[in-house]
C-alpha cells in the first residue's frame, strides 16, 4: 500500500484548498485533545508525587483559602515530639489569588535552614547563601520564572510584597516549580502582615512505614482542646480537597478531549467521501487497468489516514512545543496543577490520530471499492 503513497499525495495536491482545511481543522483538534490532557496528566503527576512522600499537611480546622488559616507557630515543636515524625517545618502561605486561575502566585514562606531538607529540587542559577543571608530574597520556580520573564538578580512584586531573586530551582515534580520560597519571618513581617508566632500551615514528614491516616488523626486529637484546632491530612489529600470543584472541572473536560476526536473524524470522514465523489471516474479506470476492489478500498483509507496523520502530527507538535515553553499552570487556594507535556500524551495524541483517520476512510473507501465500472464511466 506505502508504494501509492506519491499517488496519493499528488491526488491531495490537486485539491490543496480541501487539504489544507481538513489538514488544519484536525490539527486544531489534536491541539485541544492534548491541552485536555496535559491538565490531567498534571493532576495525576501532583497525586503521585505527594503519595510517594509521605507527609502530611496541618491547617487550621474549618478554613479554606490560606488567608484565612493561621495555626500557633509552635504547633510545630509538639507535633515534632511524636514518634514517627522525621521532620516538621512551619509553612507562612501568600497567594495573589485564592480562587481558580491560570496566573496565581504562591510564596511559600519557611525556616531557610530547613527548604532544602523539605524540599527535593535543585538551584538551576543563582545562589543558596545569597538565599540563607538575606531575609527578603527568594527562590523562584523554573515555570513561575519562565511565565513572568523573572532572573537571578531582579525584584519581583506583588501588590505591597517586594522579594529579591537569589535563584531559579528546578524540581522533578512540575507543580513544585510554580512556587516561590521565601523566608518565613519575611512573610510573616511583610507590610500590612502582622502575623509573628502564627503560620499557615504546618508540614510533616513522616518516617517510611508509617501510617498517615493514623498519624493525621493522632495530630488532629492532640490539638482539638488546644486553643485552635487543626485539620490534617496527608499531602495529597489535601492538596485534592484545595483543588475541589476544579478537579471535578478536569474531570468534566474529558468530553471536551472526546468531540475533538469526534471532530477529527467528523472533517477527516467529510473530505474523504467528497474526494470518492469527485473520482468516481478515476476509481473505475483504476479498475479497468486491473486495480481489485481491495486495492481500490486500501487506496482510499491510505488518503484518509494521511490527512489525519498530518493534522495529528501538526496539531500534537504544536501543543508540546507550547506546553513546554510555556510553563502554563492552573491554580487555586495556593495549590498548582502544572500543565505537564510528556512523551505518552505525543504517542497518544498521534495514535488517536491514525485510529481517527482509519475510522473515517472505512464508509467512503468500502463505496470506492464497490463502484461498477459501466455505470460509473457514463457519470459526467
Known sequence: MFKFIPYTLKTLWRHRSRTFLTVSGSAVALFVFCFVGAVQEGMDDLQRQQAAKGSLVSFQANKFC????????????????????????????????????????????????????????????????????????????????????????DKFSIGELSVNVAGIYTSDDPAEE??????????????????????????????DGIDPIAKSREIDDMFRGGPIETDTRPKGVFQAKSLGDLTQLIGT???????????????????????????????AVLQTLGFSGPRVFRLVMLESMLLSIAGG??????????????????????????????????????IVSIIAGTLAGIAPALHAARTEIVPALRQT
Open 66 to 153: 490560606p488567608a484565612t488559616s493561621h495555626l500557633p507557630q509552635d504547633y510545630d515543636d509538639q507535633i515534632a515530639r511524636l514518634d514517627g515524625v522525621r521532620e516538621v517545618f512551619p509553612v507562612q502561605v501568600f497567594t495573589n489569588n485564592c480562587r481558580a486561575s491560570l496566573d496565581v502566585v504562591v510564596f511559600y514562606g519557611v525556616p531557610p535552614e530547613k527548604i532544602r531538607k523539605a524540599r527535593d529540587f535543585e538551584l538551576e542559577s543563582g545562589s543558596w547563601s545569597e538565599f540563607e543571608k538575606h531575609q527578603d530574597a527568594a527562590v523562584v520556580g523554573r515555570a513561575v520564572a519562565n511565565r513572568r520573564g523573572i532572573k537571578v538578580g
Open 178 to 207: 510554580n512556587y516561590i520560597y521565601s523566608h518565613l519571618e519575611f512573610l510573616q513581617r511583610g507590610k500590612g502582615m502582622d502575623l509573628v508566632g502564627t503560620v499557615t500551615q504546618i508540614e510533616v514528614l513522616l518516617n
Open 253 to 283: 473536560a474529558h468530553y471536551l478531549g472526546y468531540a475533538c476526536v469526534g471532530l477529527v473524524l467528523s472533517l477527516v470522514a467529510t473530505t474523504t467521501v467528497m474526494s470518492v465523489q469527485d473520482r468516481i471516474k478515476e476509481h
Open 313 to 350: 502530527i501538526i496539531g500534537v507538535a504544536a501543543a508540546m512545543l507550547m506546553l513546554k515553553f510555556k510553563s502554563l499552570a492552573v491554580g487555586a487556594e495556593a495549590v498548582t496543577i502544572a500543565f505537564t507535556p510528556s512523551a505518552r500524551l505525543a504517542i497518544t495524541g498521534l
